[in-house]
């Protein structure tokens, strides 16, 4: 079913486009068709990201056949009168923050440990490399054999490394603070900018790259000559040690993780959210939350932006070359781009399909996965957007407040007529010390927050952490610019409830 909606929106959809295109633009002029291969490209993007909203969007609404039946409990658990007075403690930007520091110096200095630790591995690894590189391969070196098979692409995959490697040192030691005082707060957007291209995740994938170029050519080389090719060998088994070595230490690093909730279908919010904040607490721990189409379309713009420049390079390669050798390749080539959209569409709605929560068991499932692996390749803990179907978010949001060390309750955007969120607030009250909880919200928003927070602190589940405690406090943040600022304070915030 799937594969026959998405291939009769891209048909009509490729029907259109190539009668514009051929009509508009001569295939055999090079420049304009390039153009045009890009531009193709970016709607075929777009389009794909919009039919994958809609899938999300009605699996939202539908329910779980699989949820067991004694998860489902029709009678509410009763709760009593909760004579403690609340307070509250308020929180903006011009609030003076020097006391929330200290926690998070400490986080970040145990993530800047994690970093340089990293750093030595790898030049380690570069080194192994470069020593048996220049025993293997001496006479390409020293003798300008350039016919030596694997020892170009060897030694630049080498080059690359070390230069990511050492790059992404000096262009990132800055990633784990939101905002700094001085100089730096006004080139940070250019230090970012000119460092972007050094990413770790790029780096990895160079070292990965070089270490299947030296298992391929230890593989050949032990066939002709053992002893020669059993040194590249080495050299892998090395890098594979270390690697492994590296990423047994990042996970045992503490794992500091944070519950975001938040008012669903509000995009502006999620942005804030996801690509302020989630981006800086990877150093420290993970996130989870529940996601909605909101979370995605900032989830995939930042993939977006990440990955389609080196996409579209690529497809600028191929298509040059295809061009080049058979003149008159624009049609073609646009029909397999168009055949590429649909195999990744269909694989990403089957993928988002198996991640929708079907039950109990599959969410504790998917922690106890988290719980081994933490993080990823790269270091940083991962994040945890969670789907569900429209009779499993609840029983997910008491899941993960159970298992969150702090919570963000985000209720920018929160509303007479947009009161979904009371439910958390209800269970957040009950489940979780109000210590561990972060409110959030706009100025026009304070009110409602406290009196909704108010209305279900009155009552209170008889097991409720917060019943009858004393001098009983929920602290609330007033977001008034979303900058980098509001985000820091935002995060020392967390990282102070999340340590105490």
């Known amino acids: 079913m799937y ?67 004694n998860a489902i409990n029709e009678t509410p658990t009763p709760e009593l009168i909760n004579k403690q007075k609340l307070t509250f403690e308020y929180y903006n930007s011009e609030t003076n923050i020097s006391t929330l520091t200290a926690q998070r110096e400490s986080m970040v200095l145990r993530a800047k440990k994690m970093m340089k630790h990293q750093y030595i591995t ?35 995959y080498l080059v690359f490394f070390l230069i990511w490697t050492t790059m992404g040192q000096i262009g990132f030691k800055h990633q784990f603070t939101a905002y ?18 050094f990413q770790t995740k790029w780096k990895f ?45 990042a996970k045992n690093q503490p794992n500091l993780t944070l519950l ?113 692996k933490p993080v990823k390749l790269d270091g940083t803990f991962k994040e945890t957007p969670i789907s569900c179907y429209d009779n499993t978010w609840q029983m997910t949001v008491e899941t993960l407040i159970k298992t969150a060390s702090v919570v963000l309750m985000d209720l920018r955007g929160f509303s007479e007529k947009n009161k979904g969120c009371e439910f958390e607030v209800n269970l957040l009250l009950n489940k979780i010390a109000l210590n561990r909880i972060l409110f959030i919200g706009y100025e026009d928003t304070i009110p409602l927050i406290k009196s909704t927070i108010e209305r279900k602190f009155e009552t209170l589940e008889a097991n409720s952490p917060n019943k009858d405690i004393k001098n009983a406090a929920a602290t609330i943040f007033e977001v008034k610019k979303e900058n980098n600022k509001e985000t820091q304070f935002i995060m020392d915030l967390l990282i102070k409830k999340g340590m105490e």
Request: proline share 3%; with cysteine.
């Open 260 to 372: 975001i909730l938040r008012v669903f279908l509000i995009k502006k919010t999620s942005l804030f959210t996801f690509s302020r904040l989630a981006k800086f607490w990877k150093h420290f721990g993970s996130y989870f939350t529940v996601s909605d189409p909101s979370f995605y379309k900032v989830f995939w713009k930042q993939k977006f932006k990440h990955s389609f420049p080196v996409v579209m390079v690529l497809i600028f390669a191929i298509y040059t070359q295809l061009e080049n050798s058979a003149p008159g390749a624009f049609g073609p080539f646009i029909f397999l781009m168009v055949i590429g959209a649909i195999v990744f569409i269909i694989w990403s709605i089957r993928n988002m399909k198996r991640g929708f929560m079907q039950n109990e068991s599959a969410l504790h499932s998917e922690l106890e996965r988290l719980k081994r």
């Open 180 to 197: 700094k005082n001085g100089l730096f707060d006004v080139i940070a957007p250019l230090w970012k900018f000119i460092f972007a291209v």
């Open 122 to 156: 790898d030049l380690l690894i570069i080194l192994v490399y470069t020593i048996i590189g220049i025993i293997v391969f001496e006479d390409f070196l020293f003798e300008w054999e350039l016919d030596m098979p694997f020892a170009l692409s060897y030694f630049l």
């Open 3 to 69: 594969s026959f909606i998405v291939f009769q929106i891209f048909y009509k959809f490729c029907q259109i486009q190539l009668h514009i295109l051929l009509f508009l633009i001569d295939p055999t002029d090079s420049i304009a068709s390039r153009v045009g291969i890009v531009i193709i490209a970016a709607i075929i993007a777009y389009i794909s990201r919009f039919i994958l909203i809609r899938f999300m969007n009605r699996w939202m609404l539908s329910k779980s056949s699989k949820v067991e039946k």
């Open 205 to 249: 994938l160079i070292s990965i790259a070089l270490l299947l170029i030296a298992l391929i050519a230890g593989i050949f080389m032990s066939i002709m000559e053992f002893s020669t090719g059993i040194k590249l060998l080495i050299a892998v088994g090395f890098h594979i040690f270390m690697l492994y070595r590296l990423n047994t230490k």
